[in-house]
T-cell receptor, first 113, second 113 residues
Framework: AQSVSQHNHHVILSEAASLELGCNYSYGGTVNLFWYVQYPGQHLQLLLKYFSGDPLVKGIKGFEAEFIKSKFSFNLRKPSVQWSDTAEYFCAVKDFGNEKLTFGTGTRLTIIP | DTAVSQTPKYLVTQMGNDKSIKCEQNLGHDTMYWYKQDSKKFLKIMFSYNNKELIINETVPNRFSPKSPDKAHLNLHINSLELGDSAVYFC????????????FGPGTRLTVT
């Protein structure tokens, strides 16, 4: 069964710092990859997704992620974070032909003004 | 207009009671889901319906019973509530197209005392 690892449980950064959140998945077949964000007290929103093509995917709010198939990774990046990026970030993986979306355990990001 | 709505937003009840959570989406989507988010923010799929048919049924106690009266609604009924059922329950939906993006509701925070 597919599993998703997010090794950073809680990341604390100052504003303007660069961000990279790790995401690794276990099953190496064809996958679709997603990053969702959950702002405090709100529902999950899609940040970006990878289906095929260019492995560098750009999403909303200046976020991007790179799919590295050989490393089973889909890390999320942002060159300069803002206080408003404080949230919980979830990586999710969908195996081809499977309806199910498997989520990682999430990374809590705290930005210090 | 709210795309995916859930009622109630908060639910506090005692052990042994039976309760229902309702979900409605106005996006015209074919597939709907229920997820459970535990106290550590881990999101796990419980059920999925496509056109009123059950397509995903994860290992969930049979005290949980989903019901989909039509494509726009997916309700969750829980019998004999236990302390461990306390969590945030999220409903989600997605279209049948290739752009596999799930839209999440605001969540229902269930507290069992």
């Amino acid at each position: 069964a597919q599993s998703v690892s997010q090794h950073n449980h809680h990341v604390i950064l100052s504003e303007a710092a660069s961000l990279e959140l790790g995401c690794n998945y276990s099953y190496g077949g064809t996958v679709n990859l997603f990053w969702y964000v959950q702002y405090p007290g709100q529902h999950l929103q899609l940040l970006l997704k990878y289906f095929s093509g260019d492995p560098l995917v750009k999403g909303i709010k200046g976020f991007e992620a790179e799919f590295i198939k050989s490393k089973f990774s889909f890390n999320l990046r942002k060159p300069s974070v803002q206080w408003s990026d404080t949230a919980e970030y979830f990586c999710a993986v969908k195996d081809f032909g499977n309806e199910k979306l498997t989520f990682g355990t999430g990374t809590r990001l705290t930005i210090i003004p | 207009d709210t795309a995916v709505s859930q009622t109630p937003k908060y639910l506090v009840t005692q052990m042994g009671n039976d309760k229902s959570i309702k979900c409605e989406q106005n996006l015209g989507h074919d597939t709907m889901y229920w997820y459970k988010q535990d106290s550590k923010k881990f999101l796990k799929i419980m059920f999925s319906y496509n056109n009123k048919e059950l397509i995903i049924n994860e290992t969930v106690p049979n005290r949980f019973s989903p019901k989909s009266p039509d494509k726009a609604h997916l309700n969750l009924h829980i019998n004999s509530l236990e302390l461990g059922d306390s969590a945030v329950y999220f409903c989600a939906s997605r279209s049948s197209g290739s752009a596999y993006e799930q839209y999440f509701g605001p969540g229902t925070r269930l507290t069992v005392t």
